[in-house]
């Protein structure tokens, strides 16, 4: 295919709208610090005069924080283009998983177009697809290979935890995010710096993690390469000790989708935007649904998201746990949620109008019950589990070889209630797989494989007294979780539990 050359005046053009644009719509205060940070950024640069040699990437997930840092990288790949008649080529990287609705690549779409980077032949916009990179192109259909792995990791996660939301949803969502850095730095000749909004106190921190979780799980596993690829094996080292221990260690093809890249360039190093930017989304609220177009959603918005739909999946499933296992109401469970991320929101600094949306959507029964049955069609849409399968998850019934198997099957599948053994032999693989029935049965309640069901039988339990050991040490020191008060029954005591979320 021809490569059809950019005309200079119209991509001039194109410049100078986004640039009066961006003028217009950010303050004074940050002009001016984009102009000191794009000085820096000059500096650091391998090619400081031939700026046009270097390549500069932003990870970019579509919420109102990366729209922000987007939007600022823009103003100083045109001030610079503006001092010195050139400047550096921009690669945009957005990771896409199961849980992105479309509302998200509509903001993402909208803000590229407002920044005038589809027709700017110095920035190039790359949607990661687990190890598939692709130009960006909004009506891009999901890849059905990666729904199927996140859907697999929800469940096998979720009935280890009890569909607790942190390590359900996010554990391997995060591993995926440093994989989508690694796939897209290394893209093509590769990046020479990474943007990031990060202090360096901050990335310090991150790194000293990595280093730690890497040798809780696996402290005879060495790390290969130098700079950032060092640390993107050290990660790669976590994601395949948890992963194992997830899908068992005889899932060798599962393990190896989930690798994290590392393969980049080393001359790779990180940029950090934070000394010459404070953000706060309420302080940019113009410019976010003003000039870049970006709208908050309602699935797409959930509490401390504004690039994901999964945590109003995780306020339904402890709507679920509360109705189904502790015998309560759907409408208290989903209270406790409501309320604890509302507190995240606000540790978070969201601005007061966004958590006072927040709040209003579940506000009263029939909001509720609208949010019920939103979650109920997300969870079908984006992931094929049914509300049987949702249940099933809440009460992690297969794993500690079947610890809390007999209560859930006398509360939810009475009719399988006396078959407690037989289906403990069957998970066991001390019975004949001929028992299609049955294992037929327990594939569709729970919307596992019967391979993965003995997987979980043979599986920890998270407060079985045994130890969740790659799950619950990525949740070391994780804020995103809290001890709630609650009632195990519905004449129960008041008790503490912690959930996690976002």
């Given at each position: 295919?021809?490569?059809?050359?950019?005309?200079?005046?119209?991509?001039?053009?194109?410049?100078?709208?986004?640039?009066?644009?961006?003028?217009?719509?950010?303050?004074?205060?940050?002009?001016?610090?984009?102009?000191?940070?794009?000085?820096?950024?000059?500096?650091?640069?391998?090619?400081?005069?031939?700026?046009?040699?270097?390549?500069?990437?932003?990870?970019?997930?579509?919420?109102?924080?990366?729209?922000?840092?987007?939007?600022?990288?823009?103003?100083?790949?045109?001030?610079?283009?503006?001092?010195?008649?050139?400047?550096?080529?921009?690669?945009?990287?957005?990771?896409?998983?199961?849980?992105?609705?479309?509302?998200?690549?509509?903001?993402?779409?909208?803000?590229?177009?407002?920044?005038?980077?589809?027709?700017?032949?110095?920035?190039?916009?790359?949607?990661?697809?687990?190890?598939?990179?692709?130009?960006?192109?909004?009506?891009?259909?999901?890849?059905?290979?990666?729904?199927?792995?996140?859907?697999?990791?929800?469940?096998?996660?979720?009935?280890?935890?009890?569909?607790?939301?942190?390590?359900?949803?996010?554990?391997?969502?995060?591993?995926?995010?440093?994989?989508?850095?690694?796939?897209?730095?290394?893209?093509?000749?590769?990046?020479?710096?990474?943007?990031?909004?990060?202090?360096?106190?901050?990335?310090?921190?991150?790194?000293?993690?990595?280093?730690?979780?890497?040798?809780?799980?696996?402290?005879?596993?060495?790390?290969?390469?130098?700079?950032?690829?060092?640390?993107?094996?050290?990660?790669?080292?976590?994601?395949?000790?948890?992963?194992?221990?997830?899908?068992?260690?005889?899932?060798?093809?599962?393990?190896?989708?989930?690798?994290?890249?590392?393969?980049?360039?080393?001359?790779?190093?990180?940029?950090?935007?934070y000394d010459d930017t404070e953000?706060?989304?309420?302080?940019?609220?113009?410019?976010?649904?003003?000039?870049?177009?970006?709208?908050?959603?309602?699935?797409?918005?959930?509490?401390?998201?504004?690039?994901?739909?999964?945590?109003?999946?995780?306020?339904?499933?402890?709507?679920?746990?509360?109705?189904?296992?502790?015998?309560?109401?759907?409408?208290?469970?989903?209270?406790?949620?409501?309320?604890?991320?509302?507190?995240?929101?606000?540790?978070?600094?969201?601005?007061?109008?966004?958590?006072?949306?927040?709040?209003?959507r579940y506000a009263g029964p029939?909001?509720?019950?609208?949010?019920?049955?939103?979650?109920?069609?997300?969870?079908?849409?984006?992931?094929?589990?049914?509300?049987?399968?949702?249940?099933?998850?809440?009460?992690?019934?297969?794993?500690?070889?079947?610890?809390?198997?007999?209560?859930?099957?006398?509360?939810?599948?009475?009719?399988?209630?006396?078959?407690?053994?037989?289906?403990?032999?069957?998970?066991?693989?001390?019975?004949?797989?001929?028992?299609?029935?049955?294992?037929?049965?327990?594939?569709?309640?729970?919307?596992?494989?019967?391979?993965?069901?003995?997987?979980?039988?043979?599986?920890?339990?998270?407060?079985?007294?045994?130890?969740?050991?790659?799950?619950?040490?990525?949740?070391?020191?994780?804020?995103?979780?809290?001890?709630?008060?609650?009632?195990?029954?519905?004449?129960?005591?008041?008790?503490?539990?912690?959930?996690?979320?976002?």
């Open positions: 295919m021809a490569v059809i050359e950019a005309d200079p005046a119209e991509v001039a053009q194109l410049r100078e709208h986004a640039l009066r644009g961006l003028q217009t719509a950010l303050p004074a205060a940050n002009l001016a610090a984009a102009a000191r940070c794009s000085a820096r950024l000059r500096a650091a640069l391998p090619h400081q005069d031939q700026l046009e040699r270097n390549l500069v990437m932003v990870a970019y997930g579509g919420g109102k924080d990366s729209s922000y840092t987007l939007a600022f990288v823009r103003t100083m790949q045109l001030l610079l283009l503006q001092a010195h008649g050139s400047t550096f080529r921009m690669r945009v990287a957005t990771n896409r998983h199961a849980g992105m609705p479309r509302a998200v690549m509509e903001n993402i779409d909208r803000g590229y177009r407002a920044l005038g980077l589809p027709g700017d032949p110095d920035c190039e916009l790359l949607l990661i697809d687990g190890a598939e990179v692709s130009i960006f192109d909004v009506d891009s259909p999901q890849r059905e290979s990666v729904v199927t792995r996140n859907r697999l990791d929800i469940l096998m996660t979720g009935h280890r935890t009890f569909a607790d939301g942190r390590p359900t949803f996010c554990n391997a969502c995060n591993l995926s995010v440093v994989n989508a850095f690694g796939v897209a730095a290394s893209y093509g000749d590769g990046a020479d710096l990474i943007i990031t909004g990060d202090s360096q106190q901050e990335q310090r921190q991150y790194t000293l993690w990595v280093g730690r979780l890497a040798r809780r799980l696996n402290p005879d596993r060495a790390a290969t390469g130098t700079g950032l690829g060092r640390l993107l094996s050290t990660v790669d080292g976590i994601a395949q000790e948890y992963f194992a221990d997830i899908h068992g260690p005889q899932a060798v093809d599962a393990i190896a989708e989930r690798r994290v890249s590392s393969d980049v360039p080393e001359r790779l190093r990180f940029f950090s935007i953000y706060a989304s309420g302080d940019h609220m113009e410019l976010l649904t003003g000039f870049l177009g970006f709208q908050f959603h309602d699935i797409a918005f959930s509490f401390t998201e504004s690039d994901c739909g999964n945590p109003a999946l995780m306020a339904h499933l402890r709507g679920l746990k509360c109705e189904r296992v502790y015998q309560r109401s759907y409408a208290e469970g989903m209270q406790e949620y409501v309320d604890f991320a509302l507190g995240l929101m606000r540790s978070k600094d969201f601005p007061p109008q966004l958590v006072e949306l927040m709040r209003t029939d909001a509720t019950n609208q949010m019920r049955r939103s979650a109920e069609d997300y969870a079908h849409e984006t992931f094929a589990l049914t509300e049987e399968q949702l249940v099933c998850m809440v009460y992690s019934p297969f794993a500690e070889k079947g610890a809390g198997l007999s209560r859930f099957l006398n509360q939810e599948h009475p009719g399988l209630a006396d078959q407690v053994d037989a289906i403990s032999a069957l998970l066991a693989g001390e019975s004949s797989d001929d028992e299609q029935p049955l294992a037929g049965e327990l594939c569709r309640i729970s919307g596992l494989s019967l391979s993965q069901l003995r997987v979980l039988y043979r599986s920890s339990l998270r407060g079985s007294g045994s130890a969740t050991d790659a799950i619950d040490a990525v949740l070391v020191g994780d804020p995103h979780k809290a001890l709630i008060t609650t009632r195990f029954s519905k004449q129960g005591p008041a008790a503490l539990e912690q959930i996690s979320g976002r």
